[in-house]
């Protein structure tokens, strides 16, 4: 029987329905904690579940991988698949002789070693979602979201387990993260990175903590932190492909005007990042230096959200000329770049047009309609650009 957490719809569903029916394996993604395997086993309940962080199970993988994936004539589902790359290799030879679509569903935490290993043996046989947490719409479906509890939302973070009402009222989101960041990121980013001293990794991650919604210089980021700029390369893209960041690239069409080449640096999910900024509670963030970061950060991986529980790719970016100007979201859909400003404030002010309007000016006909999001209560529409508020952020085009 289903916990009432396992009733949490998922947007990502559909998505996985129809690329199940594409290909034969289909390969479930995205960070430790959010809702993997409570969506695979929700999605596909006729498929018999076996997970290879069990010793036992992942020894009789070992020992005998062909007679362990002939146990599932119809297919299963194969969590944590990344405890046992190998496997692939044989999941190829099944999947080619059976040639049916659907049949196996694997999923996995460690994007950096599992995508190679797929890449190598699966090509052309995987269809891939990526399952960020749950997304606004998702925590509103099961919990009332009231105009005042934009902070505490930021503050909380979107982590399944934190909206489990088996426990959510006695589970501190500062307690969850605090076990979350030593049971799975310092265990399992360091065991990939091979790091062995765990303060300069932690201040690695704090320092990135501070610089969310932020130009990235890895120089500076790795100077402040006493490390080489290649090994903070080397962190970075790890914590990345372990769903912990993102790394927003500019949108490389400079319209006459040059361009930052930087990257921004992004957390996905704005609880851990409070957590590792010590914001102590809701009310401290109203207040906090950080609190626009956070909001953008917030927007952005809202964005993200929406677009990989499609199926899609996250086809996002910003852009930045050398004067300052700059757009904090760009995407594009058919022929046009539709520009979105993030504003944490709760007035709206005609200023925050001026970045829209000038993008405008320099892309002329590629640019879309504009989008300001910001942290106040109601939208509207002002200077043929949307104003949005947070509570209705929705990016629908592209």
């Not at 959010?34 to 018999?48: A, E, H, V």
């Not at 699966?122 to 269809?127: E, I, T």
């Not at 399992?188 to 903590?209: H, I, K, N």
């Not at 890895?218 to 080397?234: F, K, M, N």
């Amino acid at each position: 029987m289903p916990t009432p957490i396992d009733l949490i719809p998922r947007q990502a569903r559909h998505a996985l329905t129809r690329i199940s029916q594409a290909f034969p394996v289909l390969a479930l993604t995205g960070p430790r904690q959010s809702g993997k395997t409570t969506l695979s086993r929700s999605s596909f309940p006729d498929k018999p579940y076996r997970t290879l962080e069990d010793p036992e199970t992942r020894q009789l993988a070992m020992a005998d991988p062909r007679a362990f994936l002939a146990q599932f004539p119809d297919g299963a589902v194969l969590d944590e698949i990344q405890r046992l790359p190998e496997l692939l290799s044989y999941l190829q030879g099944v999947v080619d002789s059976q040639r049916r679509m659907g049949l196996f569903v694997i999923t996995g935490s460690q994007q950096f070693g599992l995508l190679q290993s797929i890449t190598q043996t699966l090509a052309g046989r995987v269809g891939l979602v990526e399952l960020l947490p749950l997304s606004l719409a998702e925590i509103a479906s099961r919990k009332t979201i009231n105009k005042d509890q934009l902070n505490t939302l930021m503050f909380t973070g979107a982590y399944p387990a934190l909206y489990d009402p088996l426990r959510a009222s006695a589970l501190q989101p500062g307690d969850w993260y605090r076990a979350y960041v030593s049971t799975y990121v310092d265990r399992d980013v360091r065991q990939v990175l091979g790091v062995r001293d765990l303060a300069t990794f932690e201040r690695f991650v704090l320092m990135c903590a501070s610089r969310s919604g932020q130009l990235l210089n890895v120089q500076a980021l790795a100077a402040d932190c006493g490390i080489s700029a290649s090994s903070a390369r080397q962190w970075l893209s790890v914590l990345e492909a372990s769903y912990l960041v993102r790394l927003l690239q500019p949108w490389h069409e400079n319209f006459g005007k040059r361009l930052v080449k930087m990257p921004k640096l992004y957390f996905l999910d704005t609880g851990l990042l409070c957590w590792l900024l010590r914001v102590e509670n809701p009310t401290a963030l109203a207040t906090h230096a950080m609190r626009g970061p956070i909001f953008e950060t917030w927007v952005i991986t809202e964005t993200l959200k929406h677009r990989l529980n499609q199926g899609l790719a996250a086809d996002i970016y910003f852009w930045r000329d050398n004067h300052g100007v700059e757009i904090d979201l760009l995407y594009p859909h058919l022929n046009q770049l539709f520009p979105v400003e993030i504003k944490s404030g709760t007035t709206f002010s005609a200023d925050w047009l001026k970045a829209c309007q000038r993008f405008a000016q320099f892309a002329g006909e590629r640019s879309g309609p504009a989008t300001v999001v910001f942290g106040g209560e109601y939208s509207f529409e002002t200077q043929g650009t949307r104003v949005m508020s947070w509570r209705g952020f929705s990016p629908t085009s592209g």
